[in-house]
């Protein structure tokens, strides 16, 4: 028996019904009948847990190589399960995963500016970068809430369209 699956199914289960902040580690563990010891063996709380079930389920399915890609292979991945993703992100927590994917977004970008010579450092680049990326999240959260209709590249114009004028490229 390897314990991370269950935990990690029955963590799933569970964001059917419910968000992330909702769901408590006595909620996985009593599903599974271990102790807390046994959670925290493995994890260092229920953030942590989300964060690997979303490497292994999702993002390692997706190519990294443009922030537009990753968008993009995200939105293709969350498309297959919108009311788990929608109820994950459903938090502020900064151990949380939709901080863990704003952050992955911010590093990806910033990678992108600085291969093609553009400023990729200053508070105004920082500042700019943090308000695009918290938008992406939401245009998702959005997407997701209504049932994922448009496609991933209409989603992503639509992302392209909230960018802050600083980041823009000529």
Known sequence: MKIEFFLGKTLMDLLKEKSIDSIHVKDLIGELGICKGTFYKYYQDKYDLVVHVFEEKFYRKV????????????????????????????????????????TRI????????????????????????????????ETMMVWLKGGCVEDEKDVLAMIKCLMPHILYED
């Open 63 to 102: 190519s990294a190589s443009t922030w537009e890609d990753f968008v993009t292979g995200c939105l293709s991945q969350f498309r297959r399960s919108p009311e788990i993703i929608y109820n994950a992100f459903l938090s502020n927590d900064i151990n949380s995963i939709a901080n863990y994917h704003r």
């Open 106 to 137: 911010k590093k990806i970008y910033l990678e992108n500016r600085a291969e093609r010579g553009l400023p990729a450092e200053g508070q105004e680049i920082e500042y700019a970068v943090n308000i695009f990326t918290w938008l992406v999240n």
